[in-house]
């Protein structure tokens, strides 16, 4: 399936707009990566683990996305999007949202 975070997919034009779809997931800090990112605000630098976390929960998302977009027979993604937000002490979630199309051969 082809994803973009444009409008439009290089070749193809848009046939149908086939709605919104959405992934996300919800993910918490664990003790390790906490004793960590505290050592880190003494000395500075990148939190590793938090990267790790946030990479991993974007490819979560994406992929739930991509599986809704799959069951409504779409061929792409376009305007994809992620965005974050505290659910609770310790706790984000991370959305990817975008819109299914369906794809026709540009000519």
Known sequence: MQVSSTETIAGYRVTQTLGVVTGNVVRSKHIGRDIMAGLKTI???EIAGY?????EAREVATQRMLVQAEQLGADAVVNLRFTTSAIA???SEMLA????????IEV
């Not at 949202?97 to 026709?104: I, P, W």
């Open 51 to 55: 990267t790790e976390m946030l990479a």
């Open 89 to 91: 002490q310790g706790m």
């Open 43 to 45: 000395i500075g630098g």
């Open 97 to 104: 949202y975008g819109t299914a199309v369906k794809l026709g």
